[in-house]
């Protein structure tokens, strides 16, 4: 809107330009050449690879937040602090492989469902599972992106893509690896007050 009796009429740009509608400038798995020093063939196996960790890291990721919030039994305060921590180094993970696939040239996987199409981790019920079993669950789902992510980090290696198997090694196997063993510790059978 304008004051239409000032000589310096004064132009509300404030108003928002919601609704506004128009075409994808990218197409999923669709690359865009890069000056990375990459070939393309390179780049677009890494980006494939990549997103299928991506898939499979959000869903760990939110399995994490899923037994944070349903676990229960004389464990629970510990399990829902380490649930939670879990849960923001995995979803530190999600954005660091997002990042490494856009600065391949690709589009990184986003939405749910997206993500719910993508993942090879099974899918756990609505309902709240004993504790020993979330654990498993999760120990299940880290082995499952561990396998991906060594054999991805080889193939990244194998087309030059040495950033590519860095972050794999550096970031996604190390964090998964560490997880794994806290985790795993949780379902060693040991006296708690008097050893045998």
């Known amino acids: 809107m304008s004051k239409s009796n000032n000589r310096n009429a004064v132009v509300d740009r404030a108003v928002p330009l919601d609704q506004q509608e128009g075409h994808e400038i990218q197409a999923y798995g669709h690359l865009v050449r890069l000056p990375n020093a990459l070939s393309e063939k390179g780049c677009a196996q890494s980006v494939d690879n990549l ?49 490494r696939i856009q600065t ?36 299940h789902a880290h082995e499952l992106v561990l396998r991906e992510a060594h054999a991805m980090a080889r193939q990244a290696a194998e087309v030059g893509d040495d950033g590519t198997n860095d972050m ?24 708690l007050v008097r050893a045998d």
């Open 51 to 99: 997103n299928q960790i991506l898939a499979d890291t959000n869903t760990l990721r939110d399995l994490y937040k899923k037994h944070h919030w349903q676990n229960a039994g004389p464990t629970f305060y510990q399990l829902h602090l380490l649930f939670d921590k879990h849960y923001e180094e995995q979803n530190d993970l999600v954005d660091t492989i997002a990042e």
């Open 168 to 191: 794999l090694i550096s970031d996604v196997i190390r964090t998964n690896e560490k997880q794994v063993w806290f985790l795993a510790e949780h379902l060693v059978d040991v006296p």
């Open 104 to 139: 391949l040239g690709g589009i990184s996987i986003a939405m749910a469902p997206d993500v719910a199409d993508a993942t090879i981790i099974p899918r756990p019920p609505k309902g709240r599972e004993e504790t020993p079993v979330q654990i498993s669950r999760l120990l």
